[in-house]
């Protein structure tokens, strides 16, 4: 397989990726897919913003979040965000500080 075809399977594989977690499974967490897998909307969001950030084009953290979410994290909130509880709030911090780090980058 030459080097464009891999590049395009691999373009074609996350966008799908995006919208089976944007639009098929709205349903699930960011705090579930964080405690479960160690990544989550808000990671894919910032690694789109990294790369971006790689090729020379700023992008803020919310600029980065609407691009992969195709909305305000507000609306995104609005509509989809439940409220968590107390026992997904510890597992979180450990899995965040395990998979992000302390930085503070969400």
């Known amino acids: 397989m030459d ?3 891999q ?3 691999e373009a074609a594989a996350f966008r799908r990726l995006q919208k ?3 639009e098929d499974r709205t349903d699930v967490q960011n705090i579930d897919m964080m405690n479960l897998a160690g990544f989550c909307r808000n ?3 910032r690694w789109y913003q990294d ?3 790689e090729r020379g084009i700023e992008m803020t ?3 980065g979040r ?3 979410y195709g909305m305000t994290m ?3 909130k609005a509509n989809y965000q439940t409220e968590a509880s107390p026992a997904q709030d510890a597992a979180f911090k450990e899995a965040f500080e395990a998979n992000v780090g302390s930085d503070g980058k969400d």
Do not use: I, P, Y
Request: proline share 0%; net charge negative.
């Open 3 to 5: 080097d464009q075809t």
């Open 7 to 9: 590049l395009e399977l």
């Open 20 to 22: 089976h977690l944007m």
């Open 43 to 45: 990671c894919l969001s």
């Open 51 to 53: 790369a971006a950030a």
């Open 61 to 63: 953290k919310d600029e």
């Open 66 to 68: 609407e691009a992969f």
């Open 74 to 76: 507000a609306e995104w």
